[in-house]
């Protein structure tokens, strides 16, 4: 049996709850996202839970159908980042030379413009879809996985056991995924964690600044920017998203810990 | 006790465990040690790695590194009990009464101060010496322990001299507060057999002048023989022996020390050459990328079939790298590799896959040499499969039959390197070479990291092997002892040059070339006054050039 500290158990039972909440939505849900069931801004009632925002839909629908959106893609984008960062950050490390230089001096290059205002010019440009906006939150976050990948590999890449394996005469792919791979994880789950959190703080800002999700459909960033008046006048809708952001970065992160701990043994052990 | 500078009483040490995929506990690692030392002597601690000595080296000074916790026992120094002294006192204890020389200098100084500021630091901190009294102390001591420039080396910094003089800084910091007692802890470990002769016979003269005590830890008692006057043999924890030197040496008692004592007196009786050579390099010249300069000059070498081609010399003398040329991994700028009569493309890339199954390697330390996250039966396995195409049944009944081989059993195909001992690490890549069915092994100072007990058995399973299977060796070493026990054919190796070859006959007797000379001279041998003859045995040479 496995003891989990309570921190773990903590986050692991509000990251659930949250992707949970996120595949379940069209059940959980009491209301429509889209539909005006109540006045506007009305306060908290056994009818709407939390309350309806600025415009009168319910914002517990509101909320559930958003966080849908946000994990989608966080966790879409996080993927693409990591599956393209840490295989080009691997293969730059073990075939190295000027395929190394050239693909460390790009991600330099791309590295050097902030992300928030390069993802705005290219959303600028092209047509904000839900695809497009993954592809490029998941290829600007690839930089900073592949960085860490490279760096990683680099390491394990001049140990005697893959010295071994290219003795052997395996082919690179063997090296990378067999040999590299599985001793590059624990850092990695680490990061993933971190960028996944950094992904859905990156989807609500750019929503929050009209680039992100459009609407009617909305995410936790959308939500803010509708409700964000409100706070003038005492109402706290929109703290209500900024507070679901806040638990699932820090519940995501605790798991993150959690799993870098019971992979990372002082002996190197297994994972 | 009031002459007795050090008195230890029923010492134990625990620890806290973290073995993989069990719950943290405490072990006792020292079971109730108990020893005395006068003021001048030396005591030796001698014993196999995890038995405890730099544990109880450390003790003295009441420290425990890591999670190590002295749990019992006493510890007197000048007549005071020093084990329930508050930290306040102990540090004016260490530094000053007590100091440490460390295994490896080079990771002990800090890289950004100069030596001199480090070697009086503790005499200046704890107000002994003031700063110009302690250097000018300094400066003796570097003279005392034959340094070169005494009185401006201390100006430089640690990466500016050579490992040997290094370990020497360290001893002049240890000596320099005037202590009662210096706790040696394996200083010369990690030194070339040459350097270590200077280190030696530098720490004994030091430790004469001063009449300081002293604790001399190391696992070679050829070593230890040389510096103290009594010895302490230690096994996981306990103590096993307990003698004047000369007792040891000459009539040990326990039959663990009889062990250790005999040690290294293996001798295998060299074949002659066979007609036709399993691979010969010719005239290689080889160098680094990105350098300008080669680190192999005209080497050449013959294996043969069924014996061991030793490469001998110290570090930085080309050994490894002619490895590395043989397998591939650094093309040779000049010269050819011949492989079964034909010539191999000096490029890993350009050889094929059949030509890598004959040459496996070994190497140095299992621990790196194995993906920590694969298990045994696939690091043994893969081999198998990659060049054979072994897969289900037939694969595991073979890593079974090679696991047999390397007398460990079916069970041990589950395990990962982590759950295995040095000695069993080491006997898995073992594993994994034969599995390729090679005509070459190249063993990379194979039992350089290990025990000399388990570096034994690794020999003697090396040479089974080798009988059975018909395998050459290239055995790469800087131990002429293990040489001694393995080697048909030697090559000595000095700056990239090979300076000495032939038949193991030929090359260790005489007469000798003068590296040859130096290199047989300054192997230990396990007596007393060896030391001092190998010192004289050179300044008359010297004398004479």
Not at chain 1, 107 to 134: E, N, Q, R, W
Not at chain 1, 229 to 252: E, F, K, M, N
Request: proline residues 5%; charged residues 20%.
């Amino acid at each position: 049996m496995i003891r989990i500290p309570p921190a773990a158990l903590f986050g692991l039972f509000f990251t659930g709850l949250y992707f949970l909440m996120a595949i379940f939505a069209p059940w959980i849900a009491p209301y429509s996202m889209t539909e005006v069931v109540g006045g506007v801004w009305e306060p908290w009632s056994s009818k709407h839970w939390i309350g309806t925002d600025n415009i009168g839909r319910d914002l517990l629908s509101r909320m559930i159908y958003g966080g849908r959106t946000t994990i989608f893609i966080a966790t879409m984008a996080t993927i693409i980042s990591f599956t393209t960062g840490s295989i080009l950050g691997f293969t730059a490390a073990v075939i190295g030379g000027w395929i190394d230089q050239l693909l460390s001096r790009f991600v330099d290059l791309i590295m050097s413009i902030p992300t928030l205002i390069f993802a705005l010019v290219v959303l600028s440009v092209m047509p904000v879809t839900l695809p497009i906006l993954i592809l490029v939150m998941g290829l600007l976050d690839s930089t900073r996985v592949y960085r860490l990948a490279r760096a990683v590999a680099v390491d394990i890449n001049v140990m005697d056991f893959v010295e071994a394996a290219k003795l052997r005469g395996e082919g690179r792919i063997w090296v990378i995924f067999r040999e590299i791979l599985p001793n590059a994880l624990s850092p990695l789950v680490a990061e993933m964690g971190l960028r996944f959190i950094f992904a859905v703080l990156f989807v609500s800002t750019l929503s929050f600044l009209g680039l992100g999700v459009q609407p009617p459909n909305a995410d936790w960033g959308g939500i803010v920017k509708e409700n964000k008046d409100g706070i003038v006048y005492g109402i706290p809708a929109a703290l209500v998203p900024a507070v679901a952001i806040a638990t699932l970065a820090i519940s995501v992160n605790l798991v993150a810990d959690w799993v870098l701990n019971r992979t990372t043994s002082l002996k190197g052990g297994r994972g | 006790m009031s002459d007795k500078l050090l008195t230890v009483r029923d010492l134990k040490i625990g620890a806290r465990v973290y073995p993989p995929g069990e719950k943290p506990h405490d072990i006792e690692i020292v079971h109730g040690v108990s020893f005395e030392l006068e003021k001048g002597k030396v005591l030796g601690l001698i014993g196999e790695s995890g038995a405890g000595k730099s544990t109880i080296g450390l003790a003295t000074m009441a420290y425990g590194r890591g999670g190590v916790e002295i749990t019992g026992g006493e510890v007197w120094v000048n007549g005071r009990e020093i084990l329930g002294t508050r930290l306040r006192d102990l540090r004016k204890l260490r530094g000053t009464e007590v100091t440490y020389v460390s295994q490896s200098a080079a990771a002990s100084f800090n890289p950004a101060k100069k030596i001199m500021e480090q070697v009086i630091e503790a005499s200046v901190h704890a107000g002994k010496f003031s700063k110009k009294v302690a250097e000018a102390r300094a400066v003796e001591l570097f003279a005392k322990l034959g340094l070169p420039d005494p009185e401006t080396i201390g100006n430089r910094y640690p990466h500016q001299v050579s490992g040997g003089q290094l370990q020497r800084c360290m001893t002049a910091l240890a000596l320099c507060p005037e202590p009662d007692l210096v706790v040696f802890d394996e200083p010369t470990t990690a030194l070339d057999v040459t350097t270590q002769i200077d280190v030696l016979m530098a720490i004994k003269d030091a430790i004469r002048d001063t009449g300081v005590a002293a604790l001399y830890i190391t696992h070679d008692l050829a070593v230890v023989a040389q510096v103290s006057d009594e010895i302490m043999v230690l096994r996981m924890g306990d103590m096993i022996e307990h003698g004047t030197t000369d007792q040891i040496i000459n009539a040990p008692v326990e039959e663990y020390t009889r062990d250790l004592v005999s040690v290294r007196s293996r001798v295998h009786d060299g074949k002659p050459p066979t007609e036709n050579p399993v691979m010969t390099i010719e005239h290689i010249t080889a160098r680094y990328k990105g350098t300008n300069f080669d680190v192999l000059h005209d080497v050449s070498m013959e294996l043969h079939a069924g014996q061991t081609l030793a490469v001998v010399g110290e570090s930085g003398s080309g050994k490894s790298t002619t490895a590395r040329v043989m397998t591939g991994l650094l093309p040779a700028r000049d010269g050819q590799i011949c492989f079964d009569g034909r010539t191999l493309s000096p490029d890993l890339a350009g050889r094929a896959r059949d030509d890598l199954r004959e040459i496996q390697m070994i190497y140095q330390m299992a621990d790196v040499a194995m993906n920590p996250r694969q298990t045994v039966g696939t690091i043994i396995g893969r081999p198998l499969e990659f060049y054979f195409g072994m897969r289900g049944a037939e694969k595991r009944k073979r890593i079974e039959e090679l696991l047999n081989d390397i007398e460990l059993g079916p069970e041990f195909k589950d395990r990962y390197p982590a759950e295995l001992s040095g000695g069993q690490k080491q006997r898995v890549c073992i594993a994994r070479a034969l599995a390729a069915n090679p005509k070459i092994i190249i063993c990379d100072e194979v039992t350089s990291a290990l025990d000399p007990l388990v570096a034994e058995d690794i020999l003697k399973l090396l040479h089974e092997l080798q009988e059975r299977e018909n395998v050459a060796y290239l055995f790469i070493t800087h131990d002429i002892a293990t040489v001694r026990a393995i080697a048909d054919t030697i090559a000595v190796m000095y700056q990239g040059r090979v300076v000495r070859y032939g038949t193991k006959a030929e090359v260790l007797s005489p007469p000798f070339d003068d590296y040859t000379d130096l290199l047989l001279a300054s192997v230990p041998e396990m007596r007393l006054g060896w030391l001092e003859e190998v010192v004289e045995h050179r300044s008359m040479e010297s004398a004479g050039n």
